[in-house]
């Protein structure tokens, strides 16, 4: 059916951070998966700062497969970065958004352009199962996403990753915002345009191990996606003042109506120390909280690059 419609060319972005043991056969699924579609395509390759011979690979096969574009950054500026690369310089019809562990299965893209083509601007792979997870790191994303959909100003949807196709109007969206911090599962849900999902059951690592810092990486999305998304721990912060300032009076209420029928209660220095620290703590988070944002705000001010390309090739 695909192959009897108007062909169009897909951009394939797929950021890359020390995968030198995955690369040729990542490269040769996408080409046998979009051989099977009919139409046009680039694969636009965003080396993260590799360290392990991966820039040296993707240079030989952008010289010798003209469907290769590679972007090479000065240093590693991050997985977020790498794919708002890769859609600065997309000029297809639509953009997929792949990584490149084979967990996100070339072979969905087919679907994908299928839902597209029935009217959708965003098409996202939503997980059913994630082979090769510890179960630690399954609760912990269930109950992050769970968390930004409850207090962030968008819906993000659960058991989502970056894996989505994305229209030519969406990826144009996307390249006119400033943000510092890019978080595309967040950028494309405050975009909006008509939104779908295909199911999949995503396979453990194909081969080597995860070069991305994986905890510390996805609780730098995770704390974007709180914090770029929502004022709700502003919020939070006003909300837990006037709790603790309540708390503090009834608890003289209390000790007063004590002192007054001549009911004996601790004093000194005890109740001192658990006020103290118990404010202190409050106070620490708040000011982390002002500072997660303020942070931010100081990151757009500097209006520094979001990524620095030291070289291209293909392009």
């Not at 209660?265 to 001192?272: A, K, Y």
Request: glycine share 10%; with cysteine; aromatic share 10%.
């Amino acid at each position: 059916m695909l192959e009897s419609r108007p062909k169009m060319l897909l951009s394939i972005v797929v950021p890359v951070y020390n995968e030198i043991e995955v690369l040729p056969s990542l490269l040769a699924a996408i080409r046998g998966v979009m051989a099977g579609t009919g139409h046009a395509y680039e694969i636009i390759l965003v080396d993260d700062g590799s360290l392990d011979g991966t820039s040296q690979a993707l240079k030989q096969a952008a010289t010798t497969d003209a469907h290769i574009k590679a972007l090479f950054f000065s240093r590693n500026f991050g997985h977020q970065a790498a794919i708002t690369a890769g859609l600065d310089f997309a000029s297809g019809d639509a953009a997929v958004v792949i990584d490149a562990d084979l967990q996100d299965p070339p072979e969905l893209i087919p679907q994908l352009i299928a839902r597209w083509r029935e009217g959708f601007d965003v098409v996202y792979a939503q997980r059913r199962n994630r082979k090769g997870e510890t179960w630690l790191k399954r609760v912990v994303s269930s109950a992050g996403y769970k968390l930004i959909n409850k207090i962030a100003d968008v819906d993000i949807p659960p058991n989502t990753g970056d894996f989505r196709l994305i229209s030519r109007r969406v990826v144009d969206e996307i390249n006119s915002m400033k943000e510092s911090h890019g978080f595309l599962r967040g950028m494309v849900a405050v975009i909006g345009f008509r939104q779908t999902s295909v199911l999949f059951d995503r396979p453990a690592r194909f081969e080597g191990t995860g070069k991305y810092n994986r905890f510390l990486g996805s609780l730098r999305i995770g704390l974007n996606g709180i914090f770029c998304f929502s004022n709700y721990a502003l919020s939070i912060s006003s909300k837990l003042g006037f709790l603790i300032a309540g708390s503090a009076f009834l608890l003289a209420l209390v000790y007063l109506i004590l002192k007054l029928i001549g009911t004996p209660f601790p004093l000194g220095n005890p109740t001192i120390v658990i006020l103290l620290l118990f404010l202190g703590g409050v106070q620490l988070i708040t000011v982390g909280i002002l500072g997660e944002y303020i942070g931010r705000i100081y990151e757009e001010i500097r209006q520094r690059p979001k990524f620095i390309v030291d070289r291209k090739e293909g392009l």
